[in-house]
């Protein structure tokens, strides 16, 4: 079955429509980014720079705690590394809808904006996955995600400390929207999440490892917890229907 | 050291991690072991930042206790990404006019 050729403007417009509603997300979490870089020590201009090139809440937030300690730079590499991994597999999973005849170059500026929310949309549709259609949204979420990082930075100290306080949960919420839903799905996720609650509420509390920096907490715990659970409940290796494409030579 | 250099070495990993699967991978990883890790770990590394940071959030620890009994609640009935986030943020501010 051949995908129907959309021309490129449109595959954009449609991007940048679907774009607006994450956007409007994105501004209002990136606003308590911002408060994070602010207490970072980083200018708007160095948040503002940071969020146009990352594109990443979990990922920021984390790095931006690195700064704030003032790690090392291996700290911060291997702290981004564990707070982005998931990104490893939305980019895998990518990788198998890409269209083989596609230009190379789509590979690497579609890299750029790989986020939860955009991957999201851009994987929903069907077919081989359109470059022009992520594009659209890109530009569209990715200066909102920027300007509410740099808008934060700025405003978080002439806010009240009611307003900073409400708003530095932001963060969490989103990422509560994104474990708990498929926590309900699946027995084992929801066990997951709550092992890592009380896991690392008691790192945090006991002496000793409650003097480890957050980062290296995370680290640890996530590297024991997952290992624990892929040995424990090794996720069911499923046929893979890419394959099946593969030899099929056909788009869906 | 700069701030500039950690911006550019979280830019740098952050590219790295979404380019190479999507320029290198061309088949399925075929470990079990791997597959089931990477499965996990971003649910891990979520929940393990959330918790206790949210409660450690906020200017009195209940209105933390608080958003994350409202984040889990709304997140679970299937509310997006935005309203959890902003329903967090109400219940921190509603709760601390009457704590702080």
């Known amino acids: 079955m051949r995908q129907t050729k959309t021309s490129i403007p449109a595959l954009l417009a449609q991007g940048a429509r679907n774009g607006i509603p994450i956007g409007m997300g994105y501004f209002a979490v990136a606003f308590a980014l911002g408060i994070q870089a ?8 160095q948040s503002f720079l940071a969020s146009l090139l ?5 990922g920021e937030y984390a790095g931006f705690g690195v700064i704030k300690a003032e790690s090392g730079l291996w700290m911060m590499a291997v702290i981004t590394f564990v707070a982005n991994a998931r990104y490893l597999l939305m980019s895998a999973a990518m990788s198998q809808r890409m269209d083989p005849a596609g230009k190379p170059i789509h590979r690497f500026a579609m890299s750029m904006y790989i986020t939860d929310e955009i991957f999201a949309i851009t994987i929903a549709r069907p077919g081989y996955l359109s470059p022009w259609y992520l594009y ?21 100290d002439v806010m009240p400390a009611r307003a900073v306080s409400a708003l530095s949960v932001a963060i969490f919420g989103m990422f509560l929207a994104i474990i708990i839903p498929p926590a309900r799905r699946e027995k084992v996720i929801a066990a997951l999440v709550a092992v890592c609650f009380a896991a690392s509420f008691a790192m945090s509390r006991l002496p000793v490892v409650s003097a480890l920096p957050e980062g290296t907490r995370v680290i640890l715990l996530t590297v024991v917890i997952a290992s624990a ?6 996720v069911p290796q499923k046929p893979r229907e890419e394959e099946a494409e593969e030899k099929g030579g056909a788009g869906r | 050291m ?3 250099v950690y911006i550019l070495v979280m830019f740098a990993v952050i590219y790295l991690i979404r380019a190479l699967p999507m320029t290198l991978i061309r088949r399925p990883i075929k470990s079990r072991f791997i ?8 649910y891990v590394t979520l929940a393990v930042m959330t918790f206790p940071a949210m409660i450690d959030a906020t200017q009195h620890p209940l209105a933390g206790v608080l958003a994350l009994v409202v ?5 679970w009935l299937g509310v997006g990404l935005m309203p959890v986030a902003v329903l967090c943020c109400v219940a921190v501010f509603l709760s601390e006019l009457a704590l702080v």
């Open chain 1, 38 to 45: 602010k207490a970072a020590g980083l200018t708007p201009f």
């Open chain 1, 54 to 58: 990352c594109n990443a809440s979990a």
């Open chain 1, 136 to 156: 659209g949204a890109a530009l569209v979420a990715s200066p909102c995600w920027a300007a509410g990082t740099a808008l934060g930075c700025v405003a978080g």
């Open chain 1, 229 to 234: 659970a892929a040995l424990l409940f090794p």
């Open chain 2, 2 to 4: 700069s701030h500039y």
């Open chain 2, 35 to 42: 597959q089931s890790f990477l499965f996990y770990v971003p």
């Open chain 2, 71 to 75: 984040g889990v609640v709304a997140a």
